[in-house]
């Protein structure tokens, strides 16, 4: 593996370390659906609060899922390739967006 990938798996490896925490925080044993008081006074505030943590928790196990795609990307020697034309991703693209399998074209 080149340094520039190691650096890349170092990268994509805190990344999901801190999308992990950021889930545990939102979820209650893993579970997106979190438990509030049921006799909070609004309970309005409430369904909307657990909507918008469930809404990000989802986007997150999301960004987590391409993270580790695109460390089994890195580990079968297709990192940095696109998935769908096959043709080399910008190294400009890469850095901005460490996880994509698609070059700019067909992103």
Known sequence: MSENHADIRTSL????????????????GGEINLDFDDD?????QVAGEQGENQVLALTLQTQVMLVERALGRL??????????????????RQAALPATDRCINDA
């Open 13 to 28: 490896e805190a990344e999901r370390g801190q999308l992990l925490v950021q889930i545990d925080e939102l979820t209650v």
């Open 40 to 44: 909070f006074a609004d309970r309005g």
């Open 75 to 92: 580990d079968d020697g297709t990192y940095g390739t696109c998935s769908v034309c096959g043709n080399a991703i910008s190294a400009e």
